[in-house]
């Protein structure tokens, strides 16, 4: 149990690095200032019977963070370009006016500014390559090799088996050859270990801005991770990485590796298929691949709020015509406390809530 934990704390630390910023002092009082950084969603809007809402904009979504109003700050639909919303209170625009003026293109200053606008998704495919799926291989690799084939060009892929460790076949990349060249290449193996492989497969996806999805591959339970679901979850939602799980029927006969399932993925925005044929497989793969291309992006610097635990965040629609549809997003997130001392200036940043690389920093919140 102690080891279980000590190795869930090292990953931790490690996915979050902790870049320091000199803030100017104000005479000799000391004081200690926290910085947060980027909050990213990817909410899917559907109506009661599953189809998808386009053409929203930015104002017909309200966020609240511990029940604060929080305001947009980038806003994207399926695989466009990401364009930041200006407030228009700043410019004395209208609110449409406003987004219009967002700018089209990539700030030159470079990935660590919120001027980075992104476009398609960054993709991680795990596909579980234990005992559990000798019977079955083939046809999972076919699947798999259908829906990278399927994705929109702008999206990009990562391709990384698992059975008792994980295995990196190919980087995240926009070449197709490259990825479906590792998946034609992998191979059986032992025992499965879901939950230690999906928590390194998550800090690699921190690493990169915009849009993140898992998509796993499972053919039954885990039977020899160290780390607890609950955990890989938790930093899923705290890292704004979706995951999708498709799993055949073989995990659905155990019922905690299937309420385990749902409950991770709904809790960080994707959805859980339990698949009885091949054909189904490659069902589940068509609809996420649908769900990818209909997401939309939102992102947004969060108001002052002492609460250093788990920060519930709620999207609703606004306006009486748009509240019959139906959200579907993470649910909150919980920040990576920063390292102060108290007899100066010197404060570290928290990290950004789904992207580990610091985006330029905003919303200094004094405690």
């Not at 279980?4 to 000199?22: D, E, H, K, T, W």
């Not at 010197?346 to 990290?351: D, E, F, M």
Request: proline residues 6%; aromatic residues 8%.
């Amino acid at each position: 149990m102690t080891a279980r934990y000590v190795v869930l704390a090292c990953m931790i630390l490690n996915l979050f690095p902790q870049p320091g910023s000199r803030l100017a002092a104000q005479e000799n009082d000391p004081h200690i200032r926290v910085i947060v950084n980027l909050v990213q969603l990817n909410v899917a809007v559907t109506d009661s019977k599953g189809n998808y809402i386009t053409g929203l904009r930015p104002q017909d979504f309200s966020i609240t963070e511990d029940g604060i109003p929080e305001k947009l700050a980038t806003f994207g639909e399926g695989a466009e370009s990401v364009r930041r919303v200006v407030d228009p209170a700043e410019n004395n625009k209208p609110a449409e006016d406003a987004d219009k003026s967002a700018p089209p293109a990539a700030s030159p200053s470079g990935p660590q500014t919120l001027g980075e606008l992104v476009a398609g998704a960054n993709v991680f495919i795990l596909f579980d390559t234990s005992n559990y799926m000798y019977r079955g291989f083939v046809f999972a690799q076919d699947a798999i090799a259908d829906f990278v084939r399927s994705l929109e060009s702008a999206n990009r892929i990562a391709f990384y088996s698992y059975s008792r460790d994980l295995s990196r076949g190919a980087p995240l990349t926009s070449d197709r050859s490259k990825v479906l060249r590792a998946v034609r290449t992998t191979v059986a193996g032992d025992e499965a270990a879901l939950y230690n492989t999906l928590l390194l497969t998550l800090k690699d996806a921190a690493q990169y801005t915009g849009r993140r999805v898992v998509v796993v591959f499972s053919n039954g339970p885990d039977n020899s991770s160290v780390v607890p679901p609950e955990d890989v979850a938790e930093l899923a939602q705290s890292a704004g990485v979706s995951i999708y799980m498709i799993s055949t029927q073989q995990a659905k006969l155990e019922p905690v590796s299937t309420a385990v399932f749902e409950r991770m993925t709904a809790a960080t925005g994707g959805k859980a298929y339990f698949a009885k044929s091949w054909r189904d497989e490659k069902r589940a793969f068509a609809s996420i691949r649908d769900d990818l291309a209909h997401l939309y992006y939102l992102s947004y610097y969060p108001q002052a709020n002492p609460n250093r635990a788990w920060r519930s965040i709620t999207v609703k629609l606004v306006g009486n015509n748009l509240k019959k549809y139906n959200l579907r997003t993470r649910k909150g997130y919980r920040p990576q406390p920063g390292r102060f001392t108290s007899d100066s200036t010197t404060a570290v940043s928290a990290p950004d809530q789904g992207n580990s690389n610091a985006i330029k920093l905003q919303g200094e919140q004094s405690r």
